[in-house]
């Protein structure tokens, strides 16, 4: 994520900023701008486009969101923003824990909206004659005849559900050792569900995509039930490290592009944020220069896939000795082979195609 500037103090804010800290006045975040817009006698207004007049979104009620609608596009109801435009379930906001929940959810999911406007990747297309379009369930389990009805993160044709009690850090943290997993967040769930979606939009369907896509992840056509039930039994094979990102993704081809697609984001995120904060780093371990790096590019705009690679292990290495400092766990706690590199190429080659 980019740093952002209050227009009115020149203050550094953050993203989820309502309000500047230093000069107090109202922020919001202006989609087609990618920009943070200040509000000027309390109304926002962009200066390339100064006939028209922006309103928060109407989930800033809940605290949920700080996006901005066009104030006419409010008034022939259009009152969501573009990310909350694309919800279609969420839980009832009158229980609290519900409403806290969800504004963690909302936060998660509207960084990954960035991402992907960033990329300039479609949230609807029609493709065949298929109408496909990505919107969002936000679920919460509820108790019925007595017994509790559990909700399973998941994706159907663009339908990403959610469990909302993924906010919930403890719940996150049993379910993360439960399912022995190094990495759990809830915008890991969305990068990685989202993947799916994208699946369906670049590579079913495109000879050239699904070619290559076979070549490097495996046939797509193999039964998924049944190689998810094999996964849940028996497990990954021991070797799985030498070919795969993870265990899930050894479980079959579309878990494997889905796996490989939410590091490609994570990865990308990171190299924006270090960018934003001009960070470089040279080890002081004698003249070996093989350490140093410098975040000098946008990794959003770079073509070369070689040179975001290299400057994110070197990048990573000194991110995980800083948490290491803090008693925490690595920030990036995996160890990308070959093959994990040749298909996150593959990733970052087919969204370039797509621009």
């Not at 369906?200 to 076979?214: C, K, M, P, Q």
């Not at 766990?329 to 995996?334: N, S, V």
Request: hydrophobic content about 35%.
């Amino acid at each position: 994520m980019k740093l952002f500037q209050c227009t009115c103090c020149k203050n550094a804010v953050f993203f989820e900023n309502s309000q500047c800290i230093h000069c107090e006045n109202a922020l919001a975040y202006l989609p087609q701008a990618q920009k943070m817009i200040t509000a000027s006698n309390g109304s926002f207004e962009y200066p390339k486009d100064s006939d028209a007049q922006y309103v928060y979104c109407v989930n800033h009620e809940h605290q949920a969101c700080n996006w901005l609608v066009k104030k006419e596009e409010e008034n022939i109801g259009k009152k969501f923003c573009v990310a909350c435009q694309l919800n279609h379930t969420i839980p009832n906001l009158t229980k609290k824990k519900n409403l806290r929940q969800w504004r963690k959810i909302e936060g998660a999911k509207h960084r990954l909206i960035y991402s992907l406007q960033r990329f300039n990747l479609p949230l609807n297309i029609n493709k065949n004659g298929e109408d496909l379009a990505l919107s969002f369930d936000f679920l919460a389990p509820q108790k019925i005849k007595g017994e509790i009805k559990p909700v399973m993160t998941g994706h159907l044709h663009g339908l990403i559900t959610i469990n909302i009690k993924e906010a919930n850090a403890v719940h996150r943290e049993s379910m993360k050792e439960q399912m022995k997993e190094r990495y759990r967040t809830v915008l890991g769930h969305f990068r990685h569900e989202v993947g799916h979606f994208y699946w369906e939009v670049l590579i079913r369907g495109n000879s050239d995509n699904n070619e290559a896509f076979t070549t490097l992840f495996g046939d797509a056509n193999q039964d998924y039930g049944e190689a998810l039930q094999e996964y849940y039994k028996n497990g990954a094979a021991k070797n799985w490290r030498e070919t795969y990102i993870s265990k899930y993704a050894s479980s079959h081809p579309w878990e494997d592009w889905a796996e490989t697609w939410a590091h490609y984001m994570h990865i990308i995120d990171t190299l924006e944020t270090a960018y934003s904060f001009g960070i470089k780093t040279r080890p002081k371990v004698g003249k070996n220069a093989q350490m140093d790096t410098e975040i000098d590019f946008d990794p959003y705009l770079e073509q070369d896939f070689s040179k975001i690679i290299n400057r994110y292990i070197k990048l990573t290495f000194a991110l995980n000795s800083l948490n290491r400092s803090m008693g925490q766990p690595d920030l990036y706690a995996f160890v990308l082979t070959a093959m994990d590199i040749e298909k996150l190429k593959f990733v970052h080659k087919v969204i370039l195609k797509n621009q």
